[in-house]
């Protein structure tokens, strides 16, 4: 059973237009979301996180929505860059900050100059 | 920054062998660490919660007998795969919490032939 579903394998943007990955749980008590960044042969990176308390956060070029009535988030970068290209997970969390993730399949992103 | 570090990245052994895998955290200390793997185009799985002198939490469906996790000191946790087989072909990685972030290892890709 996938908790936490990318059902997006894969996106292509052009360089200089926004970004937008999709990601949606079906657990309702997961109360912390987070995306990761993984290139090839490398474990992921942390990129950003949110609280269920939250509907937006923003860091830099990276913001990510939550739309728990939906339980549904996104991951919005604008402006994308060729160095964004790289595979997004998304993981949630049971407890505020808890150790345990649940990841989902992951999106390949391509950014096109 | 926290940094996980894992050895080695590729392994490749013969049907019916062992294998370890290191976790090393590299300038914090860390209880717990975790141990996750990634088949291809799917998420990363939680195998285990490596806890730091005692005995690791294996998640449903896997199997502790197969996957030996020791994590005798703060910084190192081990991963065996015994008796190794071609389905545990995969992508493992570790992680662990460190200043308030969750840390991956490079990940170790190991092929059984």
């Known amino acids: 059973d996938q908790q936490v579903k990318q059902n997006s394998p894969s996106l292509s943007v052009q360089e200089g237009r926004i970004s937008i990955l999709n990601c949606d749980y079906t657990?309702?008590?997961?109360?912390?979301f987070l995306w990761y960044k993984k290139y090839p042969a490398e474990g992921p990176t942390f990129l950003i996180s949110i609280s269920s308390i939250k509907d937006k956060n923003e860091d830099g070029r990276f913001t990510v929505f939550l739309n728990k009535s939906a339980k549904h988030l996104s991951l919005h970068i604008v402006p994308s860059q060729p160095g964004d290209s790289a595979v997004y997970f998304c993981a949630a969390s049971y407890n505020q900050g808890a150790q345990k993730l649940v990841f989902g399949q992951g999106t390949r992103l391509t950014i096109n100059p | 920054g926290a940094v996980v570090s894992q050895h080695p990245s590729r392994v490749i052994c013969k049907s019916g062998t062992s294998v370890k895998i290191e976790c090393r955290s590299l300038d914090f200390q860390a209880t717990t660490m975790f141990w996750y793997r990634q088949f291809p185009k799917q998420s990363l799985m939680l195998m285990a919660t490596?806890?730091?002198?005692?005995?690791?939490?294996?998640e449903q469906g896997v199997e502790k007998d197969k996957f030996l996790i020791n994590h005798a000191s703060l910084t190192l946790s081990t991963l065996t795969v015994t008796s190794a087989h071609p389905e545990d072909s995969s992508f493992y990685i570790c992680?662990?919490?460190?200043?308030?972030?969750?840390?991956f290892g490079e990940g170790s890709r190991l092929t059984v032939l």
């Open positions: 490596s806890n730091e002198g005692s005995k690791a939490t294996y």
């Open positions: 992680s662990a919490w460190g200043a308030g972030e969750l840390f």
């Open positions: 657990n309702s008590m997961f109360d912390y």
